[in-house]
């Protein structure tokens, strides 16, 4: 397998949520220009926002592109989840006059970065040293709930295209039985995703204050972040403090699916924002708490991502294999 050559720099990446649109000029392997966040809802098309990043930096001699995108990529047709985007892979090639155009999913991409973090970007919450050559989980909640892994191969680790953010979310006491059960009235199937997101903070907190009968206030997730952290709020706090609990029972259920001793890796924008109170929260009293497999789970290391962009790295990854490949 031949190194791509020179040539084949600058390359775009990209990395698009339900609400941001990440891009980046790679002008060498993990080495990335202007940086730069767009919001979604500002373009009508992808292309728009492609073409806007493009104007911005004067960029013209683009020929190769890789775009991680918070869905699943089935084909030449991508409808997002959480975004109005519609598009052909193909037309949308033709329309930016690149040679090479490659999506992925943007947990595949999470899951690849991984593999080129650097240890001063995780942040460990508990467990043991990580198993050398086991197999390790992603998983991270934002915009939506994406899920991922990697999994060990003679050629190094392969990551997994999956969409284990829809699995059924598995209540774990009569809280969460409560609070699962105002979703199901609303949702009818509940996913581990309409908890484990911006979204999810909001109907926890909603189906919480009926059970309560409080009062309910119309809080953004972010606020209720903020007066859970402040002390404002009880019912704020208990919010955060369930969501915890909530991701610490689907992280390790995918640990014990994956067998993932060699870690498990948080990525999103939710758990960094108050990583101090996540440290000490219920995530990982919640993790470990699998009867039997108590053990096994507390030997499993939990990192939080810090990384800035790393579905802009994992893009880049993704890239240059496809283009060694060719």
Request: proline share 6%.
């Amino acid at each position: 397998m031949s190194s791509p050559t020179p040539d084949t720099y600058p390359r775009l990446v990209a990395d698009i949520g339900g609400t941001n649109a990440r891009f980046a000029l790679e002008i060498a392997p993990q080495q990335f220009k202007f940086v730069e966040v767009l919001a979604c809802n500002d373009y009508n098309t992808l292309v728009d926002a492609v073409k806007e990043f493009l104007r911005r930096h004067d960029i013209s001699a683009v020929r190769h592109a890789a775009v991680a995108i918070a869905n699943p990529i089935v084909g030449d047709w991508v409808q997002m989840t959480n975004h109005h985007w519609a598009f052909s892979i193909e037309t949308t090639r033709q329309a930016l006059h690149l040679e090479t155009l490659l999506f992925l999913n943007d947990f595949t991409a999470q899951a690849l970065a991984i593999t080129r973090t650097p240890s001063e970007e995780l942040l460990q919450v508990g467990g043991l040293a990580p198993v050398e050559g086991a197999p390790k989980a992603v998983i991270g909640p934002g915009t939506g709930l994406g899920v991922s892994g990697l999994i060990p191969s003679p050629a190094g680790y392969v990551p997994l295209a999956g969409e284990g953010g829809h699995t059924s979310f598995p209540p774990f006491d009569d809280a969460e039985m409560a609070v699962w059960q105002y979703a199901k009235q609303r949702y009818g199937h509940v996913s581990a995703e309409r908890f484990l997101s911006g979204a999810g903070l909001v109907l926890i907190y909603e189906a919480l204050a009926e059970r309560e009968g409080a009062r309910r206030q119309d809080l953004t997730a972010a606020e209720i972040s903020e007066r859970a952290l402040s002390g404002s709020s009880p019912l704020c706090r208990l919010t955060l403090d369930i969501f915890c609990a909530m991701l610490g029972t689907v992280s390790s259920n995918l640990a014990l699916t994956l067998g993932a001793r060699g870690g498990v890796y948080l990525c999103g924008g939710i758990v960094p924002r108050f990583i101090d109170y996540f440290r000490q929260s219920p995530f990982r009293n919640r993790f470990e708490s699998k009867g039997r497999f108590d053990a096994y789970l507390a030997a499993i290391p939990v990192y939080v991502v810090l990384s800035k962009h790393p579905g802009i790295s994992g893009a880049a990854v993704a890239l240059d294999n496809h283009l060694q490949a060719a």
